[in-house]
């Protein structure tokens, strides 16, 4: 992969970022047998106590996990912890609106599966290795790009320059190569912030994902497969820095009475984290040369952890759009190669950025007429058959069309298609 008359890498596609999207691309590409350099500053951490939980945990989509089974790293995944949830109960603060969605009622073993953000990116990390097409350039990071209109220029921190048809970010929503590029963001401050922990239940949680929605915000609570739940406390930021100020005794007496003791009371807790809330948009997901994937492109409310699932269908997508343009014998790089990732995608995130702030919106709040609407809805859907059933469906990833990656039939290095 070097050009010994410029001194330069030289690869089919360099990735900017090696968390878990940049990963599961640079996966989906090597199967495809494309050249590729992933740059990344930090390697993923191999070790840590078995009893420990990761503060960041994800709702992985039944497409994010076939996704990950078709990337050969499923199985990996599964001897560290994947946790399946079965069913998912939702409710309302104010009123007695509810929703329940079982797996049985669609045929399925479970309805997802919260997974360590840890557990996933070192699986993929370690699959990344097997790649004799592949170079993981770590530790190193990109300091200056050229996008053209058949490639891109890379100079990273280490002195090493590198030539590319096809430059991605995948650095997550600080990107770099994104604010090297010129690309802007849209988006607002949800005046929310989110504080997440490993807690210990009274009762078992049972394989049930557990939402309640309070005005000031939602919590969440998803299985641990020992019984424990990890936690998505989102408020104030005024409430979060209250809660995050009190003694674990204090703060425990509190997430019960928030839970409304749906597993008793919650008796332990592991270290606490906190992090602000924000809706954005990549005002463009390409240019030529360039494309964003994950939260380089996006970020979303976490309500519905629909954030990594968003991230791993946008390298899905992108993967079957290089694979169309290596057959027809198109530029990886050009613009219009890539406008074809960004219909595909961005059409499909906006929907979904939409969908999560107005039921953050929605719920969010005291106004009467929208909370009789609120619970009004909620038990009309739990009691409608067929919507219920295709939102089960949605929810999972499963419904409309999916690109190749997240279908579960035989697969080969290679295969593409929308």
Request: proline residues 5%.
């Amino acid at each position: 992969m070097t050009d010994p008359r410029r001194g330069e890498l030289v690869c089919d596609v360099a990735i900017s970022g090696g968390g878990m999207v940049g990963c599961a691309l640079g996966c989906a590409l090597a199967q495809q047998g494309l050249r590729v350099a992933l740059i990344e500053q930090k390697e993923p951490q191999r070790d840590w106590p078995a009893e420990e939980v990761d503060l960041r945990v994800s709702a992985l989509s039944r497409a994010s996990q076939v996704m990950l089974e078709n990337l050969g790293v499923w199985e990996a995944m599964g001897r560290m912890r994947v946790s399946p949830y079965r069913r998912m109960q939702v409710w309302d603060a104010v009123g007695k609106g509810s929703i329940e969605f079982d797996a049985s009622e669609i045929g399925e073993p479970d309805l997802g599966h919260i997974v360590e953000n840890r557990v996933t990116r070192l699986a993929l990390w370690d699959r990344l290795g097997e790649f004799d097409n592949l170079v993981s350039l770590c530790p190193d990071r990109v300091v200056q790009i050229s996008l053209e209109q058949d490639g891109a220029r890379l100079e990273l921190m280490s002195g090493r320059n590198l030539r590319a048809g096809l430059l991605v970010g995948a650095e997550g929503a600080l990107s770099p190569v994104r604010d090297m590029a010129g690309i802007t963001s849209s988006g607002w401050d949800y005046d929310q912030h989110a504080i997440v922990a490993t807690v210990w239940p009274e009762f078992n949680h049972e394989s049930v994902a557990r939402q309640r929605f309070m005005p000031a915000g939602p919590l969440a609570l998803l299985p641990i497969d020992d019984g424990r739940c990890s936690i998505v406390w989102s408020t104030s930021p005024d409430e979060a820095d209250r809660l995050m100020g009190l003694d674990d005794e204090r703060f425990l007496q509190e997430l019960t009475a928030a839970s409304e003791n749906v597993l008793g009371q919650i008796t332990r807790t592991g270290p606490r984290g906190v992090f602000p809330l924000r809706l954005r948009n990549a005002d463009r997901y390409v240019k030529a040369g360039l494309a964003l994937v994950g939260d380089a492109a996006h970020g979303v409310h976490p309500l519905a952890g629909q954030g990594v699932n968003l991230g791993f269908m946008d390298a899905a997508v992108l993967a079957d759009v290089i694979a169309e343009a290596g057959r027809a014998g198109r530029s990886l790089g050009s613009l219009g190669t890539l406008r074809r990732y960004e219909r595909a995608r961005k059409g499909a995130t906006i929907g979904m950025l939409g969908t999560m702030d107005m039921f953050k919106r929605l719920f969010s709040n005291r106004n009467l007429p929208l909370i009789k609407l609120r619970n009004l809805g909620l038990g009309l859907v739990d009691n409608s058959g067929p919507l219920k059933y295709t939102i089960i469906r949605r929810a999972m990833g499963m419904a409309g069309e999916r690109p190749t990656l997240a279908r579960r039939i035989p697969w080969q290095p290679g295969d593409g298609g929308l």
